[in-house]
Each structure stands twice: as structure tokens, then as C-alpha cells.
């Protein structure tokens, strides 16, 4: 084939597909309202992950004060094991 031919076919293929996959700017509205949705989901995604982060160290810390008091509960029970003893 001669090259002006085959420039003549790559540019109507061109053409012919981008006539056929245009995008109206309905679906680029759509388009653009969906990605605006889902930057709203993931900026409440990350605010609750912060508020998670917060309960679970509030959550550890209860937990710890609950280990202090029953190893400080330990210690009065065996104290007091001790005093009946005598």
C-alpha cells in the first residue's frame, strides 16, 4: 500500500472512533459529581479513622488502670491472706 493510503485510512479510523467515544458533558458532569462523592467519603473515612485512633488509646488506657487495680487488688488480698494467718 502507498503511504498516503495508509495515512488516508489511520486518519478516517480516527475520526470514526472518536465521533463514536465522545463524551458529553452530561457523563463529565456525572463524572465530576461522582469523583466529588467519593472525596467526601474518604475525607469522612479519614475523620473517623482519627476518632477510632482516639477510642482505642482511651480504650488502652482504661485497660491499663484495670491491670494497676487488680495487681494492687492481688497485693491487698495476699496482705490480708497474711494478717489472717497470724
Known sequence: MKPGKV???IGLSTLFFAGC????NEEYAALD???NSVNQKQTTVSQ???KKAD???Q???KQ???EECNQLKNTVNAN????NKK
Not at 490480708?80 to 494478717?83: G, M, Q, R, S
Open 59 to 61: 480504650i488502652a488506657d
Open 33 to 35: 459529581a461522582l469523583q
Open 7 to 9: 495515512l488516508a485510512i
Open 55 to 57: 477510642i482505642n488509646k
Open 64 to 66: 491499663k488502670k484495670l
Open 48 to 50: 473517623l479513622n482519627g
Open 21 to 24: 467515544c465522545s463524551v458529553s
Open 80 to 83: 490480708l491472706a497474711k494478717i
